[in-house]
């Protein structure tokens, strides 16, 4: 998996430890994105304007919160991706 | 018989000590490092028939110095590096196996007397590099 | 009879509720499309406004939509007290005319331009006044004929089930937004407690195990001899401080348990074989009490188990043997089948337990009730069997205790899944898997005076 994809699958995740089944569902109707299962992420397009739109999903259906959640999900991979590669909605 | 020769890389004062002294009365020679570091540049000096390495230490960690002698081979060679950690199932005992390490001992798990046979058993001449103990924990 | 235009006109009304995507957005679709669509019946306006009430009667939203060059209307706050014989035909559910848009909307500049009349349409949902719908007209309206009466109301419903269902969307919206805030602060907890856990049980280690280490050293340190008495301190230290790491492994693990963070690790076990491993790890210590663990060998299918786990279970059921049996007093691991299960008895000759205290054996830290006496006497945590409960039961299998009473021994027994049985499968099916997020159990030793 590219490094957006693993970013989409550790949100989708964290937002199912929380919401369950709806966050499977509410990513599925992301522009650019195919979630089968939170083990099976598909990114088509640019990477960060999907996890973008992913994040913007989220906020739309659960909140503000529900960004936050986000950003959480996603710290253990920092070292991994620049800040310049995030959607701004993830920055800190 | 030549004195097996031990390097201890262990942070904490108590339990470094209890070791050293326990494996000196035990008929072994033995050195100490107190952090990551100090443990490298002793482990490049070299020739020790067993190492055994702390996990979380200042300076540089377990972990990391598995690395560095995986990246830059000592010049001189030593025998097994037997990691040390605190729980039975820490995932870096996981890693370390993947960095090169030969086997664990759990510290809380064991008395001193039980390092000692462990100890005996990693540096024995008809034992192989890489065997593991009987009683040590089982990873898969 | 309906003529074609008009129920043209309602279908592609109706179609424009249906296709909205946005349910947010259904109020404003609607009326866009029927500043559009109603002309073609009749009935022309240059501005629709649909205002609802809350329960107290307060303008609590409104949705308008209108022509070109005619956005600068705003409704008049409390438009409708100031029109007290409107007010009334609404209240009885009929339309109403004003000539007077002045007392509805007002304007920057404080002119009407071109509004002449407004038509007031009572909006009525579950029996109560809800809203009105306001239709401004450039035309000079003196009275309504019966069709476009007719009409209008049913517009006007269209304008309510619309509402209806947008506001349900909301109310579904803002539910799940409080929902989901309330398990966010939930799963922040767990994960807190998670993180506690796991550095506390971390910190706490390193003096435990230092203690543990020093007072072993100063027990077998060769060449010093050491009084009786000092020997018994020492002795009692020791055993102290290992159920205090008892205790802190049992914590962490009751823990993992309960945020479902054990995985199992499922493959054929072969129970006899299991049994004979724990009885070699206890022998010395059994031998050390004059006590004699016997496990009978019989034949009896592979199970569907996690062995490493199942172990701990055996380690817990018959190390609480050992502690509660006296010196010369047995204990006897049998088994039996009874499909789709195996089932592992672990006997003793041993202390037995009173019939009111069976059912709190399996409770963490169990302690009667209305009594101080622990549960947990001599040396246990009172968490083991607690643990070996999760763990049997997340294998789909019972556990239970018998005792015939006092002085007549105990009878733990538990089930595990035959493999190649449907209940197997199920396991195999339902089990936690191992995830990066799961681990194991952290062993306990067997631990008795």
Redesign the interface.
């Known amino acids: 998996m590219d490094i957006y994809a693993q970013l989409a699958a550790r949100i989708i995740k964290e937002q199912q430890s929380i919401i369950g089944p709806l966050a499977l569902a509410q990513a599925q109707k992301v522009n650019g994105l195919t979630a089968q299962n939170t083990d099976d992420i598909k990114i088509q397009g640019d990477g960060k304007e999907v996890l973008e739109n992913l994040v913007g999903q989220y906020e739309k259906f659960f909140g503000q919160t529900s960004v936050e959640v986000c950003k959480q999900a996603i710290e253990p991979l920092a070292d991994k991706i620049s800040p310049n590669q995030l959607p701004d909605i993830l920055k800190n | 018989m030549e004195k097996k020769k031990i390097l201890l890389v262990e942070d ?1 004062q ?2 470094r000590e ?1 070791y050293v ?2 494996l000196k ?1 035990a008929g072994f020679e033995i050195n100490s490092a107190v952090d990551g570091l100090d443990g490298l540049a002793k482990i490049k000096m070299g020739r020790y028939d067993l190492i055994l390495l702390d996990v979380m230490m200042p300076k540089m960690d377990g972990l990391d110095v598995l690395r560095s002698l995986i990246n830059e081979p000592p010049a001189v060679k030593n025998g097994p590096i037997v990691l040390l950690t ?4 820490d ?1 870096v005992i996981d890693t370390a196996y993947g960095l090169n390490a030969k086997g664990h001992l759990v ?3 064991i ?3 039980e390092l000692v046979e462990h100890v005996k058993k990693y540096t024995s001449e008809s034992g192989s590099f890489g065997e593991q103990p009987n009683s040590a ?2 990873t ?1 | 009879m309906p003529a074609i235009e008009e129920l043209s006109v309602f279908l592609n009304l109706q179609q424009t509720v249906l296709d909205t995507k946005d349910e947010e957005s259904l109020l404003r679709t609607l009326l866009k499309s029927a500043l559009e669509e109603l002309p073609k019946i009749g009935l022309s306006f240059s501005l629709i406004t649909a205002v609802f009430f809350d329960s107290r009667g307060k303008p609590q939203a409104n949705y308008t939509t209108n022509k070109q060059g005619f956005d600068n209307l705003r409704i008049k706050p409390g438009f409708l007290n100031a029109n007290e014989n409107i007010k009334q035909k609404l209240l009885l559910n009929l339309l109403a005319v004003s000539n007077s848009p002045q007392l509805f909307f007002e304007t920057p500049q404080n002119n009407i331009f071109e509004i002449k009349s407004v038509i007031c349409s009572p909006i009525r949902v579950t029996g109560t006044f809800a809203g009105i719908l306001l239709l401004a007209s450039e035309k000079n309206i003196v009275g309504i004929p019966k069709t476009e009466d007719e009409l209008i109301k049913i517009f006007t419903n269209y304008v309510a089930l619309a509402y209806r269902l947008q506001d349900t969307q909301a109310s579904l919206t803002n539910i799940t937004k409080e929902v989901y805030e309330m398990n966010a602060k939930l799963h922040q907890l767990d994960k807190l407690k998670d993180d506690f856990v796991s550095v506390a049980s971390h910190e706490l280690r390193t003096p435990m195990t230092a203690i543990k280490s020093y007072l072993w050293v100063a027990m077998n340190k060769k060449g010093d001899q050491l009084s009786e008495d000092m020997k018994r301190y020492l002795s009692r230290a020791y055993i102290s401080v290992e159920r205090l790491i008892n205790l802190v492994n049992d914590m962490l693990n009751i823990s993992r348990i309960e945020s479902g963070r054990i995985a199992l690790k499922l493959s054929a076990v072969n129970l006899n074989e299991l049994v004979n491993e724990v009885t070699e790890e206890v022998t010395v210590k059994a031998r050390e009490k004059g006590l004699h663990v016997i496990g009978l060998n019989k034949q009896i299918p592979k199970v569907f188990a996690d062995r490493d786990k199942i172990h701990e279970v055996l380690l817990n059921l018959i190390g609480n043997s050992l502690k509660f049996t006296k010196t010369g007093g047995t204990i006897t691991v049998d088994f039996y089948e009874k499909y789709p299960y195996v089932f592992c008895a672990v006997r003793d000759t041993g202390v037995g337990i009173a019939p009111e205290n069976l059912s709190r054996l399996f409770a963490k830290f169990g302690r009667l009730e209305n009594s101080y006496v622990a549960v947990a006497e001599s040396g246990g945590t009172g968490l083991g069997l607690y643990i070996s409960k999760s763990i049997v039961n997340l294998h789909k299998g019972q556990i239970t205790a018998e005792s015939p009473g006092l002085g007549n021994g105990t009878t733990f027994t538990f089930s595990l899944p035959i493999i190649g049985t449907d209940i197997a499968q199920r396991l195999k099916d339902e089990a936690p898997k191992e995830t990066d997020k799961t681990k194991d159990l952290e062993k306990t030793s067997v631990n008795f005076v």
């Open positions: 904490d108590f339990t209890l002294e326990v009365d605190n729980l039975t199932n995932p510290k809380s798990d008395t001193p007397g924990p089982n898969n």
